[in-house]
């Protein structure tokens, strides 16, 4: 780096990228402390399929269900690192793009800025009544041996105080998740979400290590107290175990047998514990290129989000959750990034419309479940970001 090569702040990078209406992804990987962002000159490209092995490098934002709204890459023509604070650019920008970045990052402040809106007037939301039914109905279709477990979700609207600030939002999550996966997205037409996410869906490492984990089982971490301690009911345990038949079945479908499996184990993320099995498979050793694209194709929904087996739980929850989960429970994260591939699953995560946030947050439905110790579980995970809001 010369001496005079310019460097700068986060939050300058993101309110420039704004300011010019630009789509912009930043993310901070689990106990790590560097923030990547992307950034695109384009509108986001819109993705049908995608294919991990020879995208270029980019963001990768998808929904629970491709229909309503849709994958969204965001090209990483301009990069940025909270570690080194430079700005690179890629082989395609034009020097006057460059320019029309470089003049935004110094314009002075207070610059003129709001983060992206949902294209659609309307956000479609889940009240308690509706989210309480739809466990009841849910209990006695798993007891009729319509399926195994569903997952229900629902929403919460909260005012955005005065005072909010998305990069000083994502800034407190930083430091207040450092175990979780943290992102800002916001893309024009789509939204802007935040969140902190527990669960990887796909993830590759520069050393190609592949690797994927199944979550579930969700109960309060209390202080001080040390997570080898946790005592986990029949219900929580049955569940998790759901989820690993899950991946384990999609191996198989892979005729795939070197994976290695860890776990269960009980991992905090925020203010909650769960179960978690993880999963990886070594592709140095390994001869299986498409292994990240495929189980993508295959994991995605996973049954910590939709349930089992598949087909009838996103029937179940098409039916009867009563709204459009949008971006939630989707996955997203940068593809062939200098740090590798890292998809997790969106949740414990808000979407910022102009003054409120939405919330949301679902719970693992089975046989025992009890409509009011759902509602809780879900008021619980909705703590993750409640908490950021009330930090302003
Ligand atoms: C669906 C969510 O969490 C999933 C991940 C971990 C534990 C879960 C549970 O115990 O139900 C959920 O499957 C959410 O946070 O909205």
Known sequence: MGADTPTYTLNQVIVAALALGFPVAAWRLPLTSETLVYISFDEAQTVTQPHLENSAPGFLFSPFIVGEQVPVFIKAAIVYSSESRLITFDATVTEAQKQQFIVALET??????????????????????????????????????????????????????????????????????????????????????????????????????????????????????????????????????????????????????????????????????????????????????????????????????????????????????????SYYSGYLGPVNSEEGTHLYVNLRCMQLLQNEAILYAGAGITGESDAEKEWQETQHKMQTMGKVLSEF
């Open 108 to 325: 002075s402040q207070p610059v003129h800025y709001s983060w992206h809106q949902h294209a659609s007037e309307t956000i479609h939301q889940q009240t308690e009544t509706g989210f309480k039914s739809a466990v009841a109905e849910a209990v006695k279709s798993i007891n009729a041996g319509q399926m195994e477990k569903v997952v229900l979700s629902r929403t919460a609207a909260k005012p955005l105080p005065a005072a909010f600030d998305v990069v000083a939002a994502y800034s407190f999550i930083l430091d207040t998740y450092p175990r979780a996966f943290v992102s800002l997205v916001s893309v024009p037409e789509v939204g802007t979400w935040l969140g902190a996410s527990p669960e990887i869906l796909v993830t590759i490492d520069p050393q190609k290590i592949f690797r994927t984990v199944a979550l579930a089982g969700t109960q309060p971490a209390i202080d001080g107290e040390p997570v080898g301690n946790a005592i986990w009911r029949q219900k929580e345990i049955e569940e998790q175990g759901m989820v690993e038949r899950y991946i384990l079945s999609c191996f198989k479908k892979l005729r795939l047998r070197e994976y290695t499996e860890v776990g269960p184990r009980t991992i905090v993320a925020g203010n909650l514990m769960h179960l978690r099995t993880d999963f990886s498979v070594d592709l140095k050793e390994v001869d299986f290129p498409t292994l990240g694209t495929d189980m993508l194709e295959l994991l995605h929904p996973t049954s910590a989000v939709c349930g089992l087996p598949k087909e009838p739980a996103l029937q179940f929850i098409k039916a009867h959750e009563g709204y459009n989960r």
